[in-house]
Antibody, heavy 117, light 107 residues
Framework: QVQLVESGGGVVQPGRSLRLSCAASGFTFSSYAMHWVRQAPGKGLEWVAVISYDVGDKHYTDSVKGRFTISRDNSKNTLYLQMNSLRAEDTGVYYC??????????WGQGTLVTVSS | DIQMTQSPSSLSASVGDRVTITCRASQGINSYLAWFQQKPGKAPKSLIYAASTLQSGVPSKFSGSGSGTDFTLTISSLQPEDFATYYCQQYKSYPRTFGQGTKVEIK
């Protein structure tokens, strides 16, 4: 079955960097666009970024443009989120999710990022 | 950006109640609307897409309707496992935007 497993979260100081990974299995990863969605503690869901199946198209929410980069390695069935110049407001659980005609049909369990000095 | 507004933000209901949650888009999104359920400490779960199509494996007590700017999620008979937070999301354009969530609590 479809499985998405995020990793790479942790505690990081403001201004530093972190790279998240999302390992996919159980489906043909290279055929699907993939998203990152985050959730600040006690808050709602916020869409972060998307990458097309062939890496040709990427979109970001305004608050992370220029700081975050979404990428993927289809040979490794892995999605990435490179997060630079981290801010306190970037704190939260980061989920990866698959995009299909039924969008966000599968989600990972999430990885917690805490930006604090 | 398209803004999504859910109402109410929270509600209290009893087991067996019929519950309706509303989602309004700031501009027309055709039927590009999805609903998600999230329980505490868990990842969201897809319930409905294309405004009214049930995701595979989702029980028929959940239903969705609407198009354009106004949408509803209905739970026909609330069960203990349905107490959770529900989110709508538009996928007509980027940035994909979620509603603020509706928390369904036990009365």
């Amino acid at each position: 079955q479809v499985q998405l497993v995020e990793s790479g979260g942790g505690v990081v100081q403001p201004g530093r960097s972190l790279r998240l990974s999302c390992a996919a299995s159980g489906f043909t990863f290279s055929s699907y666009a993939m998203h990152w969605v985050r959730q600040a503690p006690g808050k709602g869901l916020e869409w972060v970024a998307v990458i097309s199946y062939d890496v040709g198209d990427k979109h970001y929410t305004d608050s992370v443009k220029g700081r975050f980069t979404i990428s993927r390695d289809n040979s490794k069935n892995t999605l990435y989120l490179q997060m630079n110049s981290l801010r306190a407001e970037d704190t939260g659980v980061y989920y990866c999710a698959r995009d299909t005609s039924a969008p966000f049909d599968s989600w990972g369990q999430g990885t917690l990022v805490t930006v604090s000095s | 950006d398209i803004q999504m507004t859910q109402s109410p933000s929270s509600l209290s209901a009893s087991v067996g109640d019929r519950v309706t949650i509303t989602c309004r888009a700031s501009q027309g999104i055709n039927s590009y609307l999805a609903w998600f359920q999230q329980k505490p400490g868990k990842a969201p779960k897809s319930l409905i897409y294309a405004a009214s199509t049930l995701q595979s494996g989702v029980p028929s007590k959940f239903s969705g309707s609407g198009s354009g700017t106004d949408f509803t999620l209905t739970i026909s008979s609330l069960q203990p496992e349905d107490f959770a937070t529900y989110y709508c999301q538009q996928y007509k354009s980027y940035p994909r935007t979620f509603g603020q969530g509706t928390k369904v609590e036990i009365k």
